[in-house]
């Protein structure tokens, strides 16, 4: 008799654990060397999580080929952007399986908000509870080289019943370990003086030999702007602390004679806590420079302490005004703690802004082929630089010490092919002829390192190499050189934001998503081509420039008059 009640409780036990579907199952690692899980966990503490909808495959090949028509300055309706109402008739969930996941969030006490396309449900739960919804275990862990900074996350994977896992794709902010961002900062001013051209000294002594805002105007050829067309805008991302001040802007403009001016900040400002950081580098580098090219378009800093992706897009995409040109300088490798459910949801939220007329630009990496990951038996590409819905920005140097004219790709640029995303069709012609070529040529590296049918990366790319630096103004004024293509990105974007001010003022549609255009236009950057490679560590492969398309410098550095004198025929 005891044993047949043992039996029928393992029974009754099975049938429950069965009931359960694990969610992101390809992620097997909750724990990061830069990440310490800390002893106790105050059980009242509050845990914030984003439960991710399901889209419907049909509806979102539909939406992405609505996506592609509207951005090909080919087609009829180039430009013709969607409003909230229409992406949600197009692709939202049906409203029953939101209010079924609903129902099953409000039984832990949990408060849920819905996102305005019905895609996210965004929860707040403390963290007794938050163990019981997704059948896992909260801890909290503390940043190795920030240890102010401090995340709840979960230990083991997480599970949700299959009556609510059949509707929810993932639940993001709760796994995740954001890499805390440590720019290449180099040795203080004075260290890159030499005899090269005068604009390298046009931030005055304590800049000498960097990279400065002439420096950037003479190499690309935008106009220095004094005024903006009603409606433009750009924005940069920042995440994990990284903060901006006012007295570090002013010493900027002071020093390179540019405007500095910030429209809106979302999400906060502490600068003090810079102090603590050793100076918030990153911040200020993104402003400094989108700033230097494109003020006085407004400018928004979105800010986030931790580092989710979909939560900033879902942000951008609901605001009453977003953005039309973003720049975000974080990434990690593909493989670094990213299912492949994270990147699909990712990839539809991007495709989303794209089709609104927003346009979203991403660091493509300063690690080369090997990404942070280091070196390994293959390549490891980037995301969010290997989606094919946003543009990836590489990194250059001038191909002469400080002497503006013809660059060369930065060894540490990141570029390649991503091993989730297939080659979509508006690239394939180029990148196929660069495979064919360098196959030919024997600069090709093996096959075994890289996935050649993988959308390919980067699309374009701006100085961000070691050679000469930027100059950069941190910790209350004092200056030094940064390299990165974190420099790149925003460079790129304050290009791209006063072509949509030519746009606008020509009472047109902002560019929105970019890559069709770009591709459709590659004769209007300057091409590098010179055999140099983003191979990043000596004795390794990389891919070497060639003519045209390459994954080391894509289709290379932005060439303004050219790409100014399409903007009323694109």
């Known amino acids: 008799m005891f044993a047949s009640v043992l039996l029928l409780a393992a029974v009754a036990l099975a049938s429950v654990q069965a009931e359960l579907v694990q969610m992101e199952p390809s992620v097997t690692t909750f724990s990061s060397k830069n990440w310490l899980k800390q002893e106790r966990f105050e059980e009242d503490a509050t845990v914030k999580a984003i439960f991710v909808m399901k889209s419907c495959p049909k509806k979102i090949a539909a939406f992405e080929a609505t996506l592609l028509d509207r951005s090909s300055p080919k087609s009829k309706n180039y430009g013709k952007w969607l409003s909230l109402e229409e992406i949600q008739a197009m692709r ?9 996941v609903l129902k099953y969030v409000e039984s832990f006490g949990a408060t849920a908000r819905v996102s305005k396309l019905r895609d996210m ?20 862990y503390r940043s190795v080289l920030s240890p102010r900074v401090a995340l709840p996350r979960i230990n083991k994977p997480y599970f949700l019943p299959a009556e609510v896992a059949q509707y929810v794709s993932l639940v993001d902010d709760i796994m995740r370990f954001p890499a805390v961002r440590t720019p290449m900062q180099l040795e203080t001013a004075g260290l890159f003086d030499d005899d090269g051209d005068s604009a390298f000294d046009s931030c005055g002594s304590k800049c000498s030999g960097y990279t400065t805002p002439e420096v950037l105007q003479q190499a690309y050829g935008y106009p220095t702007l004094t005024n903006f067309t009603t409606g433009n805008s750009m924005c940069v991302a920042e995440f994990q602390y990284q903060y901006w001040d006012q007295e570090d802007l002013d010493a900027f403009s002071s020093a390179c004679g540019v405007a500095e001016a910030i429209e809106d900040t979302i999400g906060g400002n502490n600068p003090d806590i810079c102090t603590n950081l050793g100076g918030c580098i990153e911040a200020l580098l993104d402003i400094e420079y989108i700033e230097a090219v494109a003020n006085p378009i407004p400018l928004t800093v979105w800010y986030s302490g931790t580092f989710s992706l979909l939560d900033w897009v879902n942000s951008i995409i609901e605001m009453a005004d977003p953005p039309l040109m973003n720049s975000v300088s974080y990434g990690n490798d593909e493989v670094q703690q990213v299912s492949d459910e994270y990147m699909d949801e990712c990839n539809t939220q991007f495709m989303t802004a794209g089709t609104m007329g927003l346009s979203l630009l991403f660091a493509s990496g300063d690690q080369g082929v090997w990404g942070r990951s280091g070196v390994g038996t293959t390549f490891h590409p980037d995301f969010p630089a290997g989606s094919p819905y946003i543009t990836a920005v590489g990194g250059t140097n001038f191909l002469e010490k400080s002497t503006i004219g013809e660059e060369t790709a930065w060894d540490c640029g990141g570029g390649g092919f991503s091993d989730t995303f297939a080659m979509p069709s508006w690239q394939s012609e180029f990148v196929e002829a660069y495979l064919t070529n360098a196959a030919a040529a024997g600069i090709l590296p093996d096959s075994s390192l890289f996935n050649a049918t993988g959308r390919a990366y980067p699309d374009v790319s701006a100085l961000g190499g070691q050679t000469n630096p930027y100059c950069v103004s941190y910790k209350g004024g004092s200056f030094t050189g940064v390299a990165g293509t974190s420099a790149s990105c925003p460079v790129v974007a304050g290009v791209f934001a006063q072509l949509n001010d030519v746009r606008l003022a020509a009472g047109l549609p902002s560019l929105g998503w970019l890559n069709p255009f770009i591709y459709e236009n590659g004769q209007c950057f300057n091409d590098v ?7 990043c560590i000596k004795g390794t492969e990389g891919f070497a420039t060639m003519d045209g398309w390459d994954p080391a410098t894509g289709w290379g550095t932005p060439n303004y008059p050219c790409l100014e004198a399409l903007m009323a025929t694109a």
């Open 529 to 535: 081509n010179d055999g140099s490679m983003n191979n």
């Open 92 to 100: 939202s969930p049906d409203e029953d399986k939101v209010a079924a």
């Open 121 to 140: 449900i965004h929860v707040e739960v403390p963290v007794s509870k938050a163990n019981e919804m997704l059948n896992t275990e909260f801890a909290l």
